[in-house]
């Protein structure tokens, strides 16, 4: 598969406007990129904008904390996908990964889930504030509820993607998605993630890593 199909083009920032987003797709379009990856706000627009291509519209919830109710994220889920959402990426309640109560992950993934269906599903774990053995847990158990991915960060916490925190969550996906996000701004980083068993990658720099060029963003 081509590198490009890997990519969900990102731009999260909440400073973003129209012209940001109207850049993304334009970018995702010319570069034929999996998805864009956006706020909840634009996927109406990028859905009609995107309905004659072949880019799929991916949108963030709970975004970035996790701390919202099962409640709220699922109206969340929801909305998004009466806008035309295609992929969700949920961010899993941390302060209960961190207490291990995987249960509580389960239920957000289970519901979320049920939402969405046949569409892919994304459960960020912020891989960053967590220790290997819970990175390992939390992987399984969100795969164990109906996750199609384990996502590694929201780009916005106190670190992004490592080959290491993939290669854990890869060990158990048996089959499933790794996406590995924040951070990665080359080339070289894209194959390093690839190499260690990412099968997406999130990023703000889709147009450096398939063109070679000079990465401009941070996420």
């Given amino acids: 598969m081509e590198l490009a199909q890997l990519i969900d083009h990102t731009y999260l920032k909440p400073e973003g406007t129209r012209k940001e987003i109207d850049q993304l797709i334009k970018e995702a379009k010319t570069h034929h990129f999996k998805s864009v990856c956006i706020q909840p706000s634009f996927v109406a627009h990028a859905a009609a904008s995107l309905k004659d291509s072949d880019v799929l519209v991916c949108t963030v919830i709970g975004f970035p904390l996790g701390a919202n109710t099962l409640k709220v994220k699922a109206y969340e889920t929801e909305d998004a996908l009466s806008n035309g959402a295609d992929e969700i990426d949920m961010v899993a309640p941390i302060g209960a990964l961190k207490a291990h109560d995987f249960d509580r992950l389960k239920d957000e993934v289970k519901t979320l889930k049920a939402l969405t269906g046949n569409k892919t599903l994304k459960v960020i774990l912020e891989t960053a504030m967590l220790d290997d053995a819970t990175i390992l847990k939390a992987s ?9 991915f384990v996502k590694t960060s929201t780009g916005f916490g106190p670190g992004g993607a490592s080959t290491h925190a993939v290669k854990l969550m890869a060990s158990v996906a048996h089959g499933k998605g790794v996406k590995a996000s ?8 894209a194959h390093a993630m690839i190499d ?11 147009v450096a890593i398939v063109t070679g060029s000079t990465p401009e963003n941070s996420y």
């Fill in 182 to 189: 924040g951070g990665v701004r080359t080339y070289e980083d």
């Fill in 140 to 148: 399984e158990a969100a795969f164990e509820a109906g996750a199609d």
């Fill in 196 to 206: 260690a068993g990412a099968t997406r990658i999130g990023t703000s720099n889709g």
